[in-house]
């Protein structure tokens, strides 16, 4: 992939919550370059909508129309998970480089077609995973890897929140992509393995409810290490992480992969906030250097990861209604 000068011109693809959040963030960016030219919808009313409310010159009615938009360099896909994959190869067929919203895809042969289409067509792709990127989680991995606190020998990391008992919900509902793993446990499952890498061996309990994973807890081990990773829709826990070593604990508070604080051996350090910016500065970086893929989040490692939940969903017995095997 060719080096990108000029101005990187961003569309953005869907207009809900993540995607609000991520425009409003944008400013924060360090390319002074960069600026987001375009949103998308599925009905022209809410992209007019949007675009007015975040000051944005262009709106389409359809995605169709912005992967047309020949003013667009790359596109934040942010609409519903079982979208992803249709969705980022459109763009990616129609010349536009992609940052997808985290979980790329349902399943690992959702990502294989998105990461074929990105090699067919030389585009840039990454999952728009920002914990990898906010400064309190990157500095607890970087203190682990220092081996500050010794050789790691136990992680605990759950994200479980209360999530409304209405089967229109995204998280309740089976064909909008929901369930407590893919959107949640996404999470803890990406630290331990940035972390440790691949699990050696793990067991998973869970309980699904109308197709759905409302609780799901994996038990892993890499070789001396142990992990409890768990998460949930029915209840509110911890959604704190905290690695121990040999010498000594590394913790991150709640909400563990957005939080700005970082606690080691009982002493509290601050770090600058978490921000959906950190990702796009990296996708800058990539797209300024020619580089396809980040080695920060490489999609080798997204990939993996997505294989993984396809094994505890096998485990669990999900399945959803419009994933590709």
């Known amino acids: 992939m060719e080096p990108h000068h000029g101005p990187v011109r961003w569309g953005v693809a869907a207009t809900g919550k993540i995607a609000a959040q991520f425009t409003t963030e944008f400013s924060q960016v360090v390319d002074s370059q960069a600026s987001i030219d375009a949103v998308g919808s599925r009905r022209r009313e809410t992209a007019e909508e949007f675009a007015a409310a975040h000051g944005i010159g262009r709106s389409h009615g359809s995605y169709a129309d912005l ?53 067919a067509n030389d585009r840039f ?65 990406t630290l331990a393995w940035w972390l440790l890498g691949p699990p050696t061996s793990w067991r998973v309990d869970g309980d699904v409810v109308n197709g759905v994973d409302t609780r799901c807890v994996v038990d892993a081990e890499w070789d001396d290490v142990t992990a409890t990773l768990s998460c949930g829709l029915d209840r509110f826990g911890p959604v704190s992480a905290a690695i121990t070593g040999r010498n000594g604990t590394v913790s991150l508070d709640a909400p563990f992969h957005a939080t700005h604080h970082l606690e080691l ?22 797209l300024r250097s020619g580089e396809r893929e980040s080695p920060r989040n490489p999609l080798a490692t997204t990939r993996a990861i997505l294989a993984w939940c396809d094994e505890i969903r096998a485990e669990l017995g999900i399945r959803y209604p419009t994933e590709l095997v």
Not at 132 to 161: H, K, M, W, Y
Not at 265 to 286: F, G, K, N, T
């Open 67 to 119: 992967a047309a938009d020949a003013d667009i360099d790359i596109v934040y896909v942010a609409s519903l998970q079982p979208g992803h994959v249709t969705d980022a190869v459109l763009f990616l067929e129609a010349g536009k480089h992609v940052l997808i919203e985290k979980p790329m895809a349902l399943s690992a042969a959702e990502a294989d077609r998105i990461i074929a289409a990105a090699n």
């Open 125 to 189: 792709a990454m999952e728009a995973m920002w914990m990898r990127f906010n400064p309190a989680p990157v500095a607890a991995v970087d203190t682990v890897a220092s081996g500050r606190i010794g050789t790691p020998q136990r992680l605990e990391i759950d994200f479980t929140i209360e999530v409304p008992n209405d089967p229109d919900h995204r998280l309740r509902s089976l064909e909008k992509g929901g369930g407590s793993l893919l959107d949640l446990g996404i999470y803890p499952l």
């Open 265 to 286: 051996d009982s002493i509290r350090h601050s770090y600058p906030p978490a921000s959906l910016h950190w990702q796009v500065d990296e996708v800058h970086r990539c």
